[in-house]
């Protein structure tokens, strides 16, 4: 037998069977789905706002509340020997999902917005001065801009952009141009929420790095479709939210590579982030504590850490093959009716779709697929830049995640349709 | 079109969207304010030329909503002829109608602005409702600075 060759029942290795999920299945485990929405079922489309729940992650925060609350890292009592354990469990298992190597990585934050801005106020001061660069990319969230905007202002830097293209994918040739001496940090998100867009990261890390230039990831709506590692990327930094990825709001994680972790100084001062105080010197505490001022999310961290099992469980493989499947129907579908407009072919799409329907207003829009149930976001997606990119002001998008069907698909259209009758 | 949708969008209201009226600049304006709901990204600039303390003509520009533009185009018609304190009454009268709903004697009083009646089933659309009046109150007010339903 040649090496390599073997023969078993099942799909050819070279074409793995997809992996499935059963749609009806994961709804059943998401109670906020059962409810109707004026008189309609629910059909929500606004994932890459804010995810739903599954079951595990509500009855992992109750549980918590109702059996362990107490702080964490203080206290010699039970209550809160258990409450420590369940926040620190959670961080092995967040940082185990994103490919990290060791927890203390793992910084809990507030959620990708905080992370940025962590990373902006404590690696950025440190490492730019006047006349440095910043690098961003046209697509990026409000989010991923003005942290570094505030960054620039202060310290007399400018704050460079890599151009999109008219598919909505990044332009490389231009990230090589852009990528110079003076250029700081290059931030760059994973995935645009406002096109689906999924950016060729690899590529992208590799360039700047070739350069000498550290890479922010800006995995928000990165992870909970493709999910990451941050090892394998070659990124100094990647920031995302726990309440995109089905775990509660309020909490999000910083993964920094432990050099950086370590000559950063502290963001914000306050307990748990110190080792020693007196009024003359304070020391800081080890990592991750040294970035988690205060008593943290305790509850989040533990949903987060729920949300991670759970999205483990169902399998990320079979997450992308579902919501890919659901993309391309929608993509299709949407295409056929007249006078709408799609935003973005982008060479790669995670679960977005952004549109217009011909003259009328996204916001009205929103609201008449409201009256069918459905729930879409209507608007600039905190990425401005970016319509201004397209001339627009504004956009419908729908966005899926592993619980969507393609039933959800067609009452989308059947809404649109609705929506060109009323403003025929 | 289901009846709470009707409600919203009302023939009048989709006809002064999709054709407002008093749309485009106004020469010899005397105000100008701009407003804009940082939410949606609708942006409008309202005109309005006042002579005597009475707004002669009211004009508006920009982007926006079915029923921001037709507020918009509404009210640059029904405030021609009143005073800054005749408008500050009609809006709050206005304002009520899009927050509370229809109340007694509103058609009467609030003429074709009655037409927006639907809106306080949307409580997230009363902003677009009011935009265009939030921007000629602070034209009239002298304001320097955009306004912005935030």
Known sequence: MIAGSTTRAGPPADRPAAPRLDPAAIRAEFPILRQTVRGKPLVYLDNAATTQKPRAVIDAVRRYYEEDNANVHRGVHLLSERATRGYEEARVKV????????????????????????VAQTFGRTRVGAGD?????????????????LLCAEKGAALKVVPVTDAG???????????????????VTQVSNALGTVNPLPEIVARAKAKGVPVLVDGAQGVPHLGFDVLASGADFYAFSGHKMYGPTGIGVLWGKREHLDAMPPWQGGGDMILSVTFEKTT??????????????IA?????????????????????????????????????????????????????????????????????????????RAGHHCAQPLMQRFGVAATARASFAAYNTLEDVDALVRGLQAAREVFA | MSSELSDLYQEVVLDHGKHPRNFGPLEGATHHAEGLNPLCGD?????????????????FEGSGCAISKASASVMTGIVKGKTAAEIERIFERFHRLVTEGPAEGDEEDLGKLAVFGGV???PTRVKCASL???????????????????
């Open chain 1, 169 to 187: 994918d990044l332009d490389l040739d231009a990230l090589d141009r852009l990528l110079g001496p003076r250029t700081r940090i290059l931030a």
């Open chain 2, 120 to 122: 306080h089933d949307y």
């Open chain 2, 43 to 59: 942006h409008f600039t309202v005109h309005a030329k006042v002579e005597d303390g009475v707004v002669r003509e009211a004009r």
């Open chain 1, 133 to 149: 660069e910043v690098l961003v990319t046209g697509m990026e969230h409000h989010s991923n801009i003005v942290p570094w905007q």
């Open chain 1, 300 to 376: 989040g961290a533990i949903g987060l850490g729920a949300a991670v099992d759970w999205l483990s469980g169902v399998g990320l493989a079979a997450i992308a093959a579902h919501e890919e499947a659901l993309v391309a129907r929608a993509v299709e579908a949407l295409g056929e009716i007249p006078e709408l407009r799609l935003f973005g072919t982008p060479r790669r799409r995670a679960a977005v779709v952004s549109f217009l329907l011909g003259d009328v207003h996204p916001h009205d829009l929103a609201t008449i697929l409201d009256r069918h149930g459905i729930a879409v």
């Open chain 1, 284 to 297: 800081w505490n080890a990592l991750p504590y040294k970035y988690e001022a205060g008593t943290p999310h």
């Open chain 1, 95 to 118: 940082g185990r999902f994103v490919g990290a190597r060791d927890p203390r990585e793992v910084v809990f934050t507030r959620g990708t917005t905080e992370s940025v801005n962590l």
């Open chain 2, 132 to 150: 265009a009046w939030h921007a000629l109150r602070a034209a009239l007010g002298g304001a320097r600075e955009p306004v912005s339903t935030e």
